[in-house]
C-alpha cells in the first residue's frame, strides 16, 4: 500500500469512529468546546442523517424546536447529536443552538419557588415538557417554561449531568 492509499483508509476509520475518538479527547475538533455536551434544536425540524453530509440518508427528522440534544462528536460543519432515548445522527451545526433546554423525564414534577422540596411548589410539569435553563447548582436547575419560572430537582431532567453546575 502507498502512503495516500493508507493516509484515505485512515481517514475514513477516523469518520467512522468519529464519536469515540471525539469523547476520549474531551473537546471537538471543530470547536475545542467539550465533549459531550447539550444543545438544543434552533429550527422547527432538523433531519439526523447517517453521516456527516447532505448525501448520506436521513434517519431521523426531529420536529420539536428547542428539544435538547447531546453533540458526541464534530465533523466540519456538521455534529453527531443523540436524544433522551439515545436515537440520532449527524445534523448540520446551523440547526443548533447553545441555548440550554431540558426534557422532564417524570411525570408530574414540582416547579418550586426555591431549590428547596419544602418551598412553595409554583407549577407542576407533566413528562415531555420542554423548559429552558436559567441556571443548575448540584441538586437542582431553574427553569423557565411558558411563563412559568422556578427550580426543578435534577434528577427529573434530560439535558444536564449530575455534575453540572453553572449560571
Known amino acids: 500500500m502507498n502512503f495516500r492509499v493508507l493516509l484515505g483508509v485512515a481517514l475514513m476509520a477516523l469518520v467512522a469512529t468519529g464519536p469515540m475518538v471525539a469523547q ?10 467539550p465533549l459531550p455536551r447539550y444543545v438544543s434544536l434552533k429550527a422547527n425540524e432538523g433531519n439526523a442523517r447517517r453521516g456527516p453530509d447532505q448525501s448520506h440518508r436521513i434517519d431521523w427528522v426531529y420536529t420539536r424546536r428547542d428539544i435538547p440534544l447531546r453533540v458526541t ?45 419544602q418551598s412553595t411548589a ?12 436559567r441556571e ?25 449531568e449530575p455534575e453540572d453546575v453553572f449560571d
Open 24 to 33: 476520549a479527547a474531551e473537546r471537538g475538533p471543530v470547536t475545542n468546546l
Open 73 to 117: 462528536a464534530e465533523f466540519e460543519h456538521w455534529r453527531r447529536v443523540e436524544d433522551s432515548e439515545g436515537k440520532g445522527g449527524w445534523i448540520h451545526y446551523a440547526l443548533l443552538s447553545g441555548v440550554r433546554t431540558v426534557l422532564v423525564q417524570s411525570d408530574m414534577v414540582q416547579l418550586h419557588q426555591r431549590p428547596d422540596p
Open 122 to 133: 409554583s407549577a407542576l410539569l407533566e413528562r415531555g415538557v420542554v423548559a429552558r435553563v
Open 136 to 160: 443548575c447548582g448540584p441538586d437542582w436547575c431553574r427553569l423557565d417554561v411558558e411563563g412559568a419560572r422556578g427550580w426543578a430537582e435534577k434528577r427529573h431532567l434530560w439535558g444536564v
